[in-house]
Every structure is written in C-alpha cells, then in structure tokens.
C-alpha cells in the first residue's frame, strides 16, 4: 500500500456545512466556551490522491468575533513534508471580523513563508467551484472556478501522495465565544489515476460534519 501524507486535523490555514437560529447572533446566551486553537468539521480521503475538489457555499453570513472560519479544499499541512517540512495548498472562502466573507487561497511551497492571498469578496450563497491539482511531479496548483490562482507550489512527499482535505475550519483566537457558521460542500471529489470521483474511503477532520448524498454541511457554533 502507498504511504500517505494527510493535512487532516494538523493543517494550518488561513491568514489555513441546516442553520442554526443563532448563527447570526454572536451575543446569543449559553453559547459553549470555545477549546484554544483550530477546530475542524470535515472529511479526508484515505487513499492519495492528484486532485481534490469542491463546490463551497456559505448560505448565511458566519458570525466572527476574532480570528477565521473558512471552508476549504486542500493537500499537505505542518511538519508534513520530507524532513518534517510545512507544505500545503488550498483555496477556499474565509470569514474574518470586519472584512466579511472572502475568497483567498493559501500556499507554503517547500522552504517558502506561508503566502496568503486575498482574491476579493465572497457573496454569501453563491457556490464557489475549489480545486487544488497536481499539475506535475509535486507541483500543484489552486483553481478557483476553473481559473488558476497564484503560482504552482511545490509540495514534495517523503514517499506516495498526498489525501484529499474538504474541511471547514475555526479560530477563535482564545475568545469565550465560539465563532458561527455554517458551509455547505458539494461534488466532494479526488483525481486518482486520471478520473474524478468521489471520496471512496473517508476519515473525519475534527468534528466531520453533516453527510448526505450530495455532500457535507459544517456547522460551527
């Protein structure tokens, strides 16, 4: 069996999915005390993959006190690479205090500063197409509804390939109060062996989330 690297629960991202009544309520009373560092709701694939892809949705604005929420499709993560290296790539939305929603994706290629990059708005309800692809031998490359973003990454493995990452992630930067959001994932799938599919094995990232025959749904609260 392949070896397989895995962004999973150790992922870092941003700056690196059913409604709740109160999710637009950040001052909603019994509201649970948030755990210190990231929290994760999804899913990764078990298996290596050459591709991972998503459509990502927001139906309702996140409510974000401090730090992140984001919802994102991606490989790689700390201390994953060769040599204990950090290397990962991944293109999704993230809600910030004040800024709202955005589109961005993330890459930290081999021996490089994590680089973060703000693409603009994001509107809440429209899907968003998310792909990261290897597009050669380590290279890969963030497409956000089917244009490319950024430049290629080098993400270079100890040995297979990389799993598949679909997960909603939060930080609340230490703050009582948890942040509120709810994503929604469509069309989950890897590229293994030059086709598309579904994931066919999958492990839970953090909390998982909702599934359904179409997807997922991450809530946070």
Known sequence: M?????AAAACVVVVSLIV???????????VRPCIHGYTYAGYAGRDGANGVSATISAPVAPAVLTGHAAAWVGVGGIHAGPGGASEWLQAGIAAFPRLG?????????????????DLGPAVI???????????????????????????????????GSWRPVAT???????RAACNRYVYRFDSVSALSTGRWSGFAAVERVGSGGARDRSGFSAVGY
Do not use: N, Q
């Not at 709740?20 to 019994?30: K, N, T």
């Open 20 to 30: 709740a009544p109160s999710l637009a309520s950040p001052s909603h009373a019994g």
């Open 168 to 174: 909603a992630e939060s930080w609340a930067a230490g």
């Open 2 to 6: 392949k070896r397989r690297a895995v």
């Open 101 to 117: 929603l955005r589109v961005y994706f993330e890459e930290t290629s081999r021996g490089k500063a994590r680089r973060f990059v």
């Open 125 to 159: 309800g429209r899907r968003y197409r998310m792909r990261v692809l290897e597009t050669g031998h380590a290279i890969w490359r963030a497409f956000v509804d089917g244009r490319p973003v950024g430049k290629p990454a080098y993400l270079p493995t100890a040995g």
